[in-house]
Protein backbone atom coordinates (compact mmCIF):
# COMPACT_ATOMS: atom_id res chain seq x y z
CA UNK A 1 0.00 0.00 0.00
CA UNK A 2 1.11 3.37 -0.92
CA UNK A 3 1.89 5.57 2.54
CA UNK A 4 0.74 9.01 1.41
CA UNK A 5 2.41 11.97 3.72
CA UNK A 6 0.61 13.16 6.49
CA UNK A 7 -0.48 16.78 5.79
CA UNK A 8 0.70 19.04 8.60
CA UNK A 9 -1.64 21.38 10.17
CA UNK A 10 -0.88 25.17 9.04
CA UNK A 11 -0.10 27.08 11.88
CA UNK A 12 -2.68 30.25 11.72
CA UNK A 13 -0.78 33.60 11.06
CA UNK A 14 -1.00 35.66 14.31
CA UNK A 15 -3.53 38.24 14.83
CA UNK A 16 -2.94 41.86 13.51
CA UNK A 17 -4.69 45.01 15.02
CA UNK A 18 -5.08 47.90 12.73
CA UNK A 19 -4.68 51.36 13.32
CA UNK A 20 -5.22 54.54 12.41
CA UNK A 21 -2.95 57.75 13.12
CA UNK A 22 -5.30 61.33 13.45
CA UNK A 23 -2.62 64.09 14.18
CA UNK A 24 -2.41 67.34 12.66
CA UNK A 25 1.40 67.62 13.06
CA UNK A 26 3.42 65.68 10.66
CA UNK A 27 6.48 64.55 12.49
CA UNK A 28 3.82 63.02 14.97
CA UNK A 29 1.99 61.48 12.38
CA UNK A 30 5.41 59.88 10.63
CA UNK A 31 6.95 59.06 13.99
CA UNK A 32 3.93 57.50 15.17
CA UNK A 33 3.27 55.48 12.19
CA UNK A 34 7.02 54.27 11.79
CA UNK A 35 7.00 53.03 14.97
CA UNK A 36 3.68 50.97 15.14
CA UNK A 37 4.50 49.80 11.67
CA UNK A 38 7.60 48.14 13.17
CA UNK A 39 6.03 45.91 15.06
CA UNK A 40 4.76 43.00 14.08
CA UNK A 41 1.05 42.81 15.63
CA UNK A 42 0.36 46.35 14.27
CA UNK A 43 -1.19 47.32 11.12
CA UNK A 44 -0.94 50.72 10.14
CA UNK A 45 -4.51 51.54 8.28
CA UNK A 46 -3.77 55.03 7.90
CA UNK A 47 -2.73 58.53 8.98
CA UNK A 48 -5.24 61.64 8.95
CA UNK A 49 -4.84 65.50 9.80
CA UNK A 50 -8.13 66.13 11.27
CA UNK A 51 -11.19 64.73 12.83
CA UNK A 52 -12.84 65.30 9.56
CA UNK A 53 -10.39 62.99 7.51
CA UNK A 54 -10.63 60.46 9.27
CA UNK A 55 -14.38 60.27 9.40
CA UNK A 56 -14.87 60.73 5.96
CA UNK A 57 -12.26 57.66 5.61
CA UNK A 58 -13.69 55.47 8.07
CA UNK A 59 -16.45 53.12 6.11
CA UNK A 60 -13.82 51.40 3.94
CA UNK A 61 -10.58 52.19 6.86
CA UNK A 62 -12.39 50.02 9.58
CA UNK A 63 -9.56 50.55 12.06
CA UNK A 64 -9.81 48.30 15.77
CA UNK A 65 -8.36 51.62 17.52
CA UNK A 66 -8.06 54.77 16.79
CA UNK A 67 -4.93 57.10 18.41
CA UNK A 68 -6.86 60.50 18.54
CA UNK A 69 -5.19 63.85 18.89
CA UNK A 70 -7.54 66.75 20.26
CA UNK A 71 -6.05 70.20 19.06
CA UNK A 72 -6.47 70.00 15.47
CA UNK A 73 -7.90 72.75 12.76
CA UNK A 74 -10.95 71.99 10.78
CA UNK A 75 -12.08 69.78 13.03
CA UNK A 76 -10.68 68.97 16.58
CA UNK A 77 -10.67 65.45 18.74
CA UNK A 78 -13.40 66.15 21.04
CA UNK A 79 -15.57 67.12 18.30
CA UNK A 80 -14.61 64.02 16.00
CA UNK A 81 -14.88 61.65 19.18
CA UNK A 82 -19.19 61.07 18.88
CA UNK A 83 -18.95 61.08 15.45
CA UNK A 84 -16.66 58.42 15.06
CA UNK A 85 -18.05 56.45 17.78
CA UNK A 86 -21.54 56.76 16.06
CA UNK A 87 -20.08 55.68 12.65
CA UNK A 88 -17.80 53.10 13.67
CA UNK A 89 -19.29 51.59 17.52
CA UNK A 90 -16.71 48.71 17.62
CA UNK A 91 -13.52 50.66 17.11
CA UNK A 92 -11.61 51.67 20.50
CA UNK A 93 -10.38 55.45 20.42
CA UNK A 94 -7.17 56.69 22.43
CA UNK A 95 -6.91 60.11 23.04
CA UNK A 96 -3.11 60.78 22.66
CA UNK A 97 -3.09 64.40 24.39
CA UNK A 98 -0.50 66.98 26.33
CA UNK A 99 -0.19 66.79 29.92
CA UNK A 100 -1.31 70.47 30.12
CA UNK A 101 -4.30 71.44 32.36
CA UNK A 102 -6.54 72.18 29.15
CA UNK A 103 -5.54 68.80 27.93
CA UNK A 104 -6.23 67.43 30.80
CA UNK A 105 -9.15 68.49 30.87
CA UNK A 106 -10.46 67.50 26.89
CA UNK A 107 -9.04 64.26 27.67
CA UNK A 108 -11.10 64.01 30.33
CA UNK A 109 -14.35 65.21 28.39
CA UNK A 110 -13.74 62.42 25.75
CA UNK A 111 -12.87 59.77 28.00
CA UNK A 112 -16.74 60.64 29.68
CA UNK A 113 -18.00 60.55 26.13
CA UNK A 114 -16.57 56.83 25.12
CA UNK A 115 -13.19 57.56 24.58
CA UNK A 116 -11.02 53.75 25.63
CA UNK A 117 -7.88 55.55 26.83
CA UNK A 118 -5.19 58.08 26.62
CA UNK A 119 -1.90 58.45 26.36
CA UNK A 120 0.23 61.79 27.74
CA UNK A 121 2.06 63.32 24.94
CA UNK A 122 5.54 64.73 25.22
CA UNK A 123 5.17 68.80 25.30
CA UNK A 124 7.11 69.10 22.36
CA UNK A 125 8.49 67.25 18.87
CA UNK A 126 12.03 66.56 20.32
CA UNK A 127 10.43 64.81 23.37
CA UNK A 128 7.96 62.57 20.96
CA UNK A 129 10.94 61.52 18.83
CA UNK A 130 13.30 60.96 22.10
CA UNK A 131 10.82 59.40 24.66
CA UNK A 132 11.53 55.76 25.28
CA UNK A 133 8.96 56.14 27.52
CA UNK A 134 5.92 57.22 25.35
CA UNK A 135 7.04 54.75 22.55
CA UNK A 136 6.78 51.96 24.78
CA UNK A 137 3.65 52.55 26.43
CA UNK A 138 2.39 53.74 22.94
CA UNK A 139 2.78 49.85 21.81
CA UNK A 140 1.85 48.71 24.51
CA UNK A 141 -1.59 50.40 25.60
CA UNK A 142 -1.96 49.60 21.73
CA UNK A 143 -1.58 45.61 21.84
CA UNK A 144 -3.90 45.64 25.04
CA UNK A 145 -6.45 47.50 23.61
CA UNK A 146 -6.48 46.01 20.48
CA UNK A 147 -6.67 42.39 22.58
CA UNK A 148 -3.74 41.18 20.69
CA UNK A 149 -2.07 39.29 23.65
CA UNK A 150 -5.40 37.59 24.86
CA UNK A 151 -5.99 36.66 20.80
CA UNK A 152 -2.91 34.98 20.56
CA UNK A 153 -3.35 33.25 24.09
CA UNK A 154 -6.60 31.86 22.69
CA UNK A 155 -5.51 30.63 19.61
CA UNK A 156 -2.32 29.23 21.49
CA UNK A 157 0.54 30.70 18.73
CA UNK A 158 3.23 32.97 19.95
CA UNK A 159 4.11 36.13 17.91
CA UNK A 160 6.25 36.07 14.71
CA UNK A 161 8.49 38.67 13.42
CA UNK A 162 8.02 40.26 10.68
CA UNK A 163 11.34 39.93 8.15
CA UNK A 164 11.34 43.43 7.74
CA UNK A 165 9.67 46.65 9.11
CA UNK A 166 7.11 48.01 6.55
CA UNK A 167 6.85 51.84 5.98
CA UNK A 168 3.68 53.53 6.56
CA UNK A 169 1.36 52.10 4.11
CA UNK A 170 0.75 54.09 0.31
CA UNK A 171 -2.16 55.56 -0.53
CA UNK A 172 -4.53 53.53 -2.53
CA UNK A 173 -7.80 55.86 -3.73
CA UNK A 174 -8.41 58.92 -4.28
CA UNK A 175 -10.30 59.13 -1.38
CA UNK A 176 -7.48 58.40 0.92
CA UNK A 177 -4.74 59.72 -0.75
CA UNK A 178 -4.38 63.65 -0.73
CA UNK A 179 -1.38 65.64 -0.75
CA UNK A 180 -0.77 68.90 0.82
CA UNK A 181 1.63 71.19 2.47
CA UNK A 182 0.92 69.67 5.56
CA UNK A 183 2.52 66.01 4.77
CA UNK A 184 0.45 63.53 2.63
CA UNK A 185 -2.24 61.80 4.44
CA UNK A 186 -2.25 57.69 3.21
CA UNK A 187 -4.80 54.86 4.51
CA UNK A 188 -4.79 51.29 3.61
CA UNK A 189 -8.53 49.64 2.91
CA UNK A 190 -9.56 47.24 5.34
CA UNK A 191 -8.46 43.77 4.40
CA UNK A 192 -10.52 40.84 5.01
CA UNK A 193 -11.91 39.81 8.10
CA UNK A 194 -9.63 36.69 9.20
CA UNK A 195 -6.65 38.61 8.83
CA UNK A 196 -7.57 40.99 10.98
CA UNK A 197 -7.32 40.65 15.35
CA UNK A 198 -11.32 41.08 16.50
CA UNK A 199 -12.24 41.32 20.04
CA UNK A 200 -11.23 38.58 21.72
CA UNK A 201 -14.00 36.47 23.52
CA UNK A 202 -14.25 35.15 26.60
CA UNK A 203 -11.85 31.67 27.12
CA UNK A 204 -14.19 28.21 27.51
CA UNK A 205 -11.38 26.96 29.54
CA UNK A 206 -11.06 30.39 32.27
CA UNK A 207 -12.22 30.69 35.71
CA UNK A 208 -16.15 31.47 35.85
CA UNK A 209 -18.29 33.97 38.35
CA UNK A 210 -18.42 32.14 41.86
CA UNK A 211 -15.65 30.24 41.87
CA UNK A 212 -15.30 31.01 45.50
CA UNK A 213 -18.06 31.42 47.65
CA UNK A 214 -19.31 34.96 48.42
CA UNK A 215 -19.23 36.18 52.30
CA UNK A 216 -22.35 37.12 53.18
CA UNK A 217 -20.54 39.51 55.54
CA UNK A 218 -21.76 43.39 55.59
CA UNK A 219 -18.44 45.37 54.42
CA UNK A 220 -17.61 48.61 56.19
CA UNK A 221 -15.42 49.70 53.55
CA UNK A 222 -15.07 49.44 49.58
CA UNK A 223 -11.93 49.78 47.58
CA UNK A 224 -11.71 49.73 44.02
CA UNK A 225 -9.08 49.47 41.69
CA UNK A 226 -9.31 50.02 37.98
CA UNK A 227 -6.84 51.27 34.94
CA UNK A 228 -7.53 51.43 31.24
CA UNK A 229 -11.24 51.84 30.62
CA UNK A 230 -11.57 52.78 34.05
CA UNK A 231 -13.17 55.97 34.11
CA UNK A 232 -16.20 54.54 32.36
CA UNK A 233 -16.21 51.36 33.78
CA UNK A 234 -16.30 53.37 37.39
CA UNK A 235 -19.08 55.61 36.50
CA UNK A 236 -21.15 52.48 35.36
CA UNK A 237 -20.68 51.05 38.44
CA UNK A 238 -20.94 53.86 40.82
CA UNK A 239 -24.36 54.68 39.03
CA UNK A 240 -25.87 51.61 39.90
CA UNK A 241 -25.13 51.32 44.10
CA UNK A 242 -26.39 55.13 44.66
CA UNK A 243 -27.36 54.15 48.42
CA UNK A 244 -23.90 52.63 49.23
CA UNK A 245 -22.41 55.98 49.56
CA UNK A 246 -24.04 57.16 52.39
CA UNK A 247 -23.54 54.71 54.30
CA UNK A 248 -19.73 53.45 54.85
CA UNK A 249 -16.55 55.05 52.55
CA UNK A 250 -15.45 54.15 49.05
CA UNK A 251 -11.90 54.46 47.82
CA UNK A 252 -10.85 54.44 44.62
CA UNK A 253 -7.37 53.98 42.91
CA UNK A 254 -7.62 54.81 39.55
CA UNK A 255 -4.22 54.70 37.39
CA UNK A 256 -3.48 58.44 36.06
CA UNK A 257 -1.07 60.59 36.12
CA UNK A 258 -1.35 63.23 39.10
CA UNK A 259 -2.92 66.37 36.98
CA UNK A 260 -6.05 64.01 36.21
CA UNK A 261 -6.65 63.52 40.05
CA UNK A 262 -8.88 67.01 40.42
CA UNK A 263 -10.11 66.81 36.93
CA UNK A 264 -11.56 63.02 37.39
CA UNK A 265 -13.13 63.80 40.59
CA UNK A 266 -14.80 67.07 38.86
CA UNK A 267 -16.61 64.73 36.68
CA UNK A 268 -17.41 62.09 38.68
CA UNK A 269 -19.86 63.81 40.99
CA UNK A 270 -20.88 65.18 37.54
CA UNK A 271 -22.02 61.95 36.13
CA UNK A 272 -22.61 60.07 39.03
CA UNK A 273 -23.97 62.46 41.11
CA UNK A 274 -22.43 61.37 44.83
CA UNK A 275 -20.29 63.14 46.99
CA UNK A 276 -16.39 62.11 45.76
CA UNK A 277 -13.34 64.15 46.56
CA UNK A 278 -9.21 63.44 46.36
CA UNK A 279 -7.82 61.95 48.93
CA UNK A 280 -5.21 63.72 51.05
CA UNK A 281 -2.58 63.05 53.37
CA UNK A 282 -4.44 62.36 56.97
CA UNK A 283 -7.63 62.90 55.94
CA UNK A 284 -10.44 60.86 58.30
CA UNK A 285 -12.50 58.00 56.55
CA UNK A 286 -15.80 58.91 56.71
CA UNK A 287 -19.43 57.51 55.33
CA UNK A 288 -21.45 59.69 52.76
CA UNK A 289 -17.26 59.94 50.74
CA UNK A 290 -15.69 58.40 47.79
CA UNK A 291 -12.10 59.32 47.90
CA UNK A 292 -10.14 59.07 44.76
CA UNK A 293 -6.12 58.33 45.37
CA UNK A 294 -4.07 61.05 43.33
CA UNK A 295 -1.95 60.17 40.41
CA UNK A 296 1.76 60.19 41.33
CA UNK A 297 1.51 58.53 44.76
CA UNK A 298 -0.24 55.91 46.56
CA UNK A 299 -3.13 56.01 48.81
CA UNK A 300 -3.52 53.24 52.10
CA UNK A 301 -5.81 53.09 55.08
CA UNK A 302 -4.36 53.67 58.62
CA UNK A 303 -5.60 52.67 61.89
CA UNK A 304 -5.07 54.94 64.52
CA UNK A 305 -4.53 55.15 68.02
CA UNK A 306 -7.66 55.81 68.96
CA UNK A 307 -9.55 53.37 66.36
CA UNK A 308 -10.51 56.14 64.08
CA UNK A 309 -8.89 55.15 60.19
CA UNK A 310 -7.57 57.75 57.86
CA UNK A 311 -6.05 58.06 54.80
CA UNK A 312 -2.10 57.99 54.40
CA UNK A 313 0.32 58.92 51.14
CA UNK A 314 3.35 57.03 50.58
CA UNK A 315 5.37 58.15 47.69
CA UNK A 316 5.62 56.75 43.91
CA UNK A 317 8.51 54.68 44.63
CA UNK A 318 7.03 52.84 47.27
CA UNK A 319 5.48 49.75 44.90
CA UNK A 320 5.90 49.35 41.39
CA UNK A 321 5.51 51.11 38.46
CA UNK A 322 1.63 51.65 39.10
CA UNK A 323 0.85 55.03 40.54
CA UNK A 324 -1.75 54.95 42.06
CA UNK A 325 -0.48 51.06 43.41
CA UNK A 326 -4.25 48.84 43.76
CA UNK A 327 -2.32 46.46 45.44
CA UNK A 328 -1.50 49.01 48.27
CA UNK A 329 -4.67 50.14 48.95
CA UNK A 330 -6.31 46.65 48.58
CA UNK A 331 -3.90 45.68 51.45
CA UNK A 332 -3.97 48.45 53.73
CA UNK A 333 -7.80 47.40 53.43
CA UNK A 334 -6.89 44.00 54.87
CA UNK A 335 -5.27 44.96 57.31
CA UNK A 336 -7.28 47.83 58.54
CA UNK A 337 -11.05 46.12 57.88
CA UNK A 338 -10.41 42.59 57.14
CA UNK A 339 -13.76 40.40 56.74
CA UNK A 340 -15.20 43.60 56.75
CA UNK A 341 -13.39 44.78 53.08
CA UNK A 342 -15.59 44.60 49.73
CA UNK A 343 -12.79 44.89 46.79
CA UNK A 344 -13.70 45.63 43.54
CA UNK A 345 -11.31 45.32 40.71
CA UNK A 346 -12.35 46.81 37.03
CA UNK A 347 -10.81 46.73 33.65
CA UNK A 348 -7.06 47.51 33.10
CA UNK A 349 -3.97 46.78 32.15
CA UNK A 350 -1.57 44.68 34.16
CA UNK A 351 -1.69 42.57 37.43
CA UNK A 352 -1.99 45.19 40.01
CA UNK A 353 -4.68 44.36 42.72
CA UNK A 354 -3.59 40.12 42.50
CA UNK A 355 -1.32 40.53 45.82
CA UNK A 356 -3.76 42.54 47.28
CA UNK A 357 -6.34 40.85 46.81
CA UNK A 358 -5.21 37.69 48.08
CA UNK A 359 -4.07 39.49 51.20
CA UNK A 360 -8.40 40.29 51.23
CA UNK A 361 -9.09 36.54 50.96
CA UNK A 362 -6.94 35.28 53.21
CA UNK A 363 -8.70 37.92 56.15
CA UNK A 364 -12.31 36.63 54.66
CA UNK A 365 -12.99 39.47 52.98
CA UNK A 366 -15.00 39.66 49.67
CA UNK A 367 -13.23 40.45 45.87
CA UNK A 368 -15.39 40.50 42.86
CA UNK A 369 -14.51 41.55 39.34
CA UNK A 370 -15.47 42.93 36.06
CA UNK A 371 -16.35 40.34 33.68
CA UNK A 372 -13.87 39.67 30.28
CA UNK A 373 -16.60 41.00 27.87
CA UNK A 374 -17.23 44.28 29.31
CA UNK A 375 -13.55 45.12 30.22
CA UNK A 376 -11.68 47.31 27.88
CA UNK A 377 -8.64 45.12 28.58
CA UNK A 378 -8.73 41.85 31.55
CA UNK A 379 -6.01 42.41 32.81
CA UNK A 380 -6.23 43.70 36.14
CA UNK A 381 -9.57 41.80 37.14
CA UNK A 382 -8.52 38.77 34.71
CA UNK A 383 -5.27 38.03 36.83
CA UNK A 384 -7.42 38.33 39.93
CA UNK A 385 -9.92 35.84 38.38
CA UNK A 386 -7.37 33.27 36.83
CA UNK A 387 -5.49 33.13 40.44
CA UNK A 388 -9.06 31.97 42.05
CA UNK A 389 -9.40 34.84 44.20
CA UNK A 390 -12.77 36.31 42.83
CA UNK A 391 -16.53 35.62 44.23
CA UNK A 392 -18.19 36.94 41.04
CA UNK A 393 -17.34 38.46 37.53
CA UNK A 394 -19.60 40.77 36.13
CA UNK A 395 -20.16 43.69 34.30
CA UNK A 396 -19.65 47.26 36.12
CA UNK A 397 -23.06 47.65 36.62
CA UNK A 398 -24.10 44.59 37.98
CA UNK A 399 -21.39 44.80 40.36
CA UNK A 400 -22.74 47.62 41.51
CA UNK A 401 -25.78 45.79 42.29
CA UNK A 402 -24.30 43.10 43.83
CA UNK A 403 -22.10 45.80 45.96
CA UNK A 404 -25.51 47.09 47.33
CA UNK A 405 -27.39 44.43 48.17
CA UNK A 406 -23.92 43.02 50.28
CA UNK A 407 -24.19 46.64 52.15
CA UNK A 408 -27.72 46.10 52.56
CA UNK A 409 -27.29 42.54 53.85
CA UNK A 410 -29.59 41.35 51.07
CA UNK A 411 -27.29 39.35 48.72
CA UNK A 412 -28.68 35.65 48.03
Request: proline residues 10%; contains cysteine; positive net charge.
Amino acid sequence: MLALPQRQPMAMAPPRVRVAVVDDSVVVRGLLSRWLSETPAIEVAGTFRSGREIIEALPMLQPRIILLDLDMPDMDGLTALPLILSKSPGTRVIVVSSLSVHGAEMTMRCLMKGATDYLPKPSNHREVSTSADFRQALIAKVLAVGGIRAAMRQQQVPPTPRPTPTPAPASSSALFARTSSAGRVVARPAPSPASVAAPPAAHPGRVSAGIRPLEKTRPKVIVIGASTGGPQALVSLLSHMPRVASRIPIVIAQHMPPIFGAIFTSHLKQHVGLPACEAAEGKPLKAGAIYLAPGGCHTVIRRQPDGQMILTMLPSEARGPWRPSIDLLFTSAADCFGADALAIALTGMGRDGTSGARDLIQRGANVIVQDEPSSVVWGIPGSIAEAGLAAAQLPPEKLGELAQSLVEGNAA
